[in-house]
């Protein structure tokens, strides 16, 4: 079964940093684009960080571009996101999602985790 | 950015209805194109790639179509479970964006 379980999220204080892990199994983790999406409370879906298999590509959303690093390590079956400078904006449920093949690492994403809360707030 | 717009954002409908969901994109994306469902407290799931395939497991009462700009979300005879909100999403090129979601409830 395939299966993604993030890790890491809490309270963080404005400024502050934290770091979110996702746990790949079922699959071979290293031949597959991979996406973290967040969702504010009660809002709608913000793709935030896609890196390709080998980690060789990367792509970031204007919101966290400079202060978000997204990485993966094939050898654990592991993503990460590093967040730095974290806003209350960046108050969200973060969601990691593999892409839905391993074609092309311009996909839809299947399937997700279910989620961490990342909470920004003094 | 290519921007996605669905309509409508919010709608009421009853079991056994048909309803359809639009999204239309600011520009060209061929069919590159997925649906998803989410229900409170939940991650999406994927419903539709690709514009109309439909993913494993999912109904035969959920379809999509559509390419290029405008796209389409149908889903023939509601059942209680289907009452959740929907997603486009495009991944024609990065920035990956997402569709506001349309509410889906019960009349």
């Known amino acids: 079964e395939v299966q993604l379980v993030e890790s890491g999220g809490g309270l963080v204080k404005p400024g502050g940093s934290l770091r979110l892990s996702c746990a790949a199994s079922?699959?071979?983790?290293?031949?597959?684009?991979m996406n973290w999406v967040r969702q504010a409370p009660g809002k709608g879906l913000e793709w935030v960080a896609s890196?390709?298999?080998?980690?060789?590509?990367?792509y970031y959303a204007d919101s966290v571009r400079g202060r978000f690093t997204i990485s993966r390590d094939n050898a654990k079956n592991s993503l990460y996101l590093q967040m730095n400078s974290l806003r209350a904006e960046d108050t969200a449920v973060y969601y990691c999602?593999?892409?839905?093949?391993?074609?092309?690492?311009?996909?839809?994403?299947?399937?997700w985790g279910q989620g961490t809360l990342v909470t920004v707030s003094s | 950015a290519i921007q996605l717009t669905q309509s409508p954002s919010s709608l009421s409908a009853s079991v056994g209805d048909r309803v359809t969901i639009t999204c239309r994109a600011s520009?060209?994306?061929?069919?590159?194109l997925a649906w998803y469902q989410q229900k409170p407290g939940k991650a999406p799931n994927l419903l539709i790639y690709d514009a109309s395939r439909l993913e494993s497991g999912v109904p035969s009462r959920f379809s999509g179509s559509g390419s290029g700009t405008d796209f389409t979300l149908t889903i023939s005879g509601l059942q209680p479970e289907d009452f959740a909100t929907y997603y486009c999403q495009q991944f024609k090129s990065y920035p990956i964006t997402f569709g506001q979601g349309t509410r889906l409830e019960i009349k």
């Open positions: 999602a593999r892409s839905g093949t391993t074609l092309t690492p311009y996909n839809w994403f299947d399937p």
């Open positions: 520009q060209g994306i061929s069919s590159a």
């Open positions: 890196i390709s298999d080998s980690g060789g590509y990367i």
């Open positions: 079922g699959f071979t983790f290293s031949r597959y684009t």
